[in-house]
Nanobody, 121 residues
């Protein structure tokens, strides 16, 4: 499966953005990771085909992950953005037979190209 991430941009602190991850085919587990220079990719949120979700503590209460299976698209709605949310955001998919969200980037075999989110103070 191929993934196409979009929706990043520049926003002021307190603002909102919605990221989209369009898949070329059916998927099961899709997660959003983010990465800043010199750091490893960290899970932000994940969702299964049955819409079970997992959030990083930093995302809880501010971010919402959702999916439209008819469009093979997963969304990440980000509200109350903070400067520390600045990063490149990647969507990633686990093999279609896998139904569990993993916190480890190495568990994901397909990655989108990344979209930059910049939050100004």
């Amino acid at each position: 499966v191929q993934l196409q991430a979009s929706g990043g941009g520049l926003v002021q602190a307190g603002g909102s953005l919605r990221l989209s991850c369009a898949a070329s085919g059916r998927t099961n587990v899709i997660s959003w990771f983010r990465q800043t220079p010199g750091k490893e990719r960290e899970l932000v949120a994940g969702i299964t085909n049955s819409r079970a979700t997992t959030y990083a503590n930093s995302a809880k209460g501010r971010f919402t992950i959702s999916r439209d299976n008819a469009k093979n698209t997963v969304y990440l709605e980000m509200n109350s953005l903070k400067p520390e949310d600045t990063a490149v955001y990647y969507c990633a998919a686990r093999p279609s037979a896998v139904t569990v969200i993993s916190w480890s980037a190495s568990a994901y075999g397909a990655w989108g190209q990344g979209t930059l989110v910049t939050v100004s103070s």
